[in-house]
């Protein structure tokens, strides 16, 4: 399973930015997928993700800006449109899923917590 992230980037203040995360493999079903970030010096935190049947979370410090979404033609595929960027948005944010995979004999596995490699954001003047 491979992801690709992209959208980060250098914004202004009050600018936007989309990131979007592309899952690819041998994928059977994704139970949850979102975004999270991580500044220096700080520990990762929960920006957005998405349940399988539509729930959404956000993070207390994004709400409001931040809209998380699901491609309707690629359900492996998420966007986060970050409005009203604030300095203090910039961070790396990883893209991370909880989803199943099927091996050549059928066998079914759970990866519960993977991981993307991150997309910088840097929200500056």
């Known amino acids: 399973v491979q992801f690709e992230e992209s959208g980060g980037g250098l914004v202004q203040p009050g600018g936007s930015l989309r990131l979007s995360c592309t899952a690819s493999g041998n994928i059977f079903s994704i139970n949850a997928m979102g975004w999270y970030r991580q500044a220096p010096g700080k520990e990762r935190e929960l920006v957005a993700d998405?349940?399988?049947?539509?729930?959404?979370?956000y993070g207390d410090s994004v709400k409001s800006r931040f809209t998380i979404s699901r491609d309707n033609d690629d359900k492996n595929t998420v966007y986060l449109q970050m409005n009203s960027l604030k300095p203090e948005d910039t961070a790396v944010y990883y893209c991370?899923?909880?989803?199943?995979?099927?091996?050549?004999?059928?066998?079914?596995?759970?990866?519960?917590?993977?991981w993307g490699q991150g997309t910088q954001v840097t929200v500056s003047s």
């Open positions: 998405i349940v399988s049947g539509g729930r959404i979370k």
């Open positions: 991370n899923a909880d989803f199943i995979t099927t091996d050549i004999s059928g066998s079914y596995h759970r990866e519960s917590d993977y």
